[in-house]
């Protein structure tokens, strides 16, 4: 937030009430006056879409501190990418990116209608390389998607935060406190737009 005054400024401060003139008196008296109706003045409230961009840019760097496992020894059995996606988020405690989610899901939604639909997915691709591709989408969201993209997504999508994971991993106390803030934004954000 910008202040009002600029702090470089010299301002006379008396301690007593003794003056040395009333010029003195009359010119400090109108600069508290003129101080005080800028300080007065509500401050510039930032519009939806700042917020947003804000929270975005909170969340990408978040997501940009938690590390990529690199040890990757299970085969984990699924029948669906959404499938797939929860155990590894349980396995590894970590949060998949908001974009990795989505995409996940529309994998999902791809297999409908499909000659296989019914078909277990680990019998169809090996679950080795299924979790890599998902480790390898997942290192693109979480190091080069910009905020503002993000941003744009969050505000075109009427309920972003379905997509967004609650599973904290072991970071920073600094990394772990402004992603519960942008988490608790976002929980009042949906129930203030109901």
């Given at each position: 937030?910008?202040?009002?005054?600029?702090?470089?400024?010299q301002?006379?401060v008396?301690?007593s009430?003794?003056?040395?003139?009333?010029?003195?008196?009359?010119?400090?008296?109108?600069q508290?006056t003129?101080?005080?109706?800028?300080m007065?003045?509500?401050?510039?409230?930032?519009?939806?879409?700042?917020v947003?961009?804000?929270?975005?840019?909170m969340?990408?760097?978040?997501?940009?501190?938690?590390?990529?496992?690199?040890?990757r020894?299970?085969?984990?059995?699924f029948t669906?990418?959404?499938?797939?996606?929860m155990?590894?988020k349980?396995?590894?405690?970590?949060?998949?990116?908001y974009?990795?989610?989505?995409?996940?899901?529309?994998?999902?939604?791809?297999?409908?209608?499909?000659?296989?639909?019914?078909?277990?997915?680990?019998?169809?691709?090996?679950p080795?390389?299924a979790?890599a591709?998902?480790?390898l989408?997942?290192?693109v969201?979480?190091?080069t998607?910009?905020?503002?993209?993000?941003a744009?997504?969050?505000l075109?999508?009427?309920?972003?935060?379905?997509?967004?994971?609650?599973?904290?991993p072991?970071?920073s106390?600094?990394?772990?406190?402004d992603?519960l803030?942008?988490?608790?934004?976002?929980m009042l954000?949906?129930?203030f737009?109901v």
């Open positions: 937030m910008k202040r009002p005054i600029p702090w470089n400024d301002v006379d008396i301690l009430d003794e003056s040395g003139s009333d010029a003195d008196d009359d010119e400090s008296a109108s508290q003129s101080n005080e109706a800028t007065d003045e509500p401050a510039k409230e930032k519009s939806p879409e700042e947003v961009i804000k929270r975005a840019e969340y990408q760097d978040y997501m940009k501190q938690v590390p990529i496992p690199t040890h020894g299970s085969v984990i059995p669906s990418w959404t499938g797939l996606a155990s590894v349980q396995l590894y405690g970590q949060p998949l990116h974009l990795t989610n989505i995409l996940i899901n529309q994998w999902d939604k791809m297999r409908i209608g499909s000659e296989d639909e019914d078909t277990q997915l680990d019998t169809i691709i090996h080795c390389k979790e591709s998902i480790w989408i997942e290192e969201h979480r190091r998607t910009s905020h503002h993209h993000l744009k997504l969050w075109s999508d009427p309920m972003p935060h379905a997509f967004i994971d609650p599973i904290f072991n970071l106390k600094k990394s772990l406190v992603f803030v942008f988490i608790l934004f976002a954000s949906v129930v737009s």
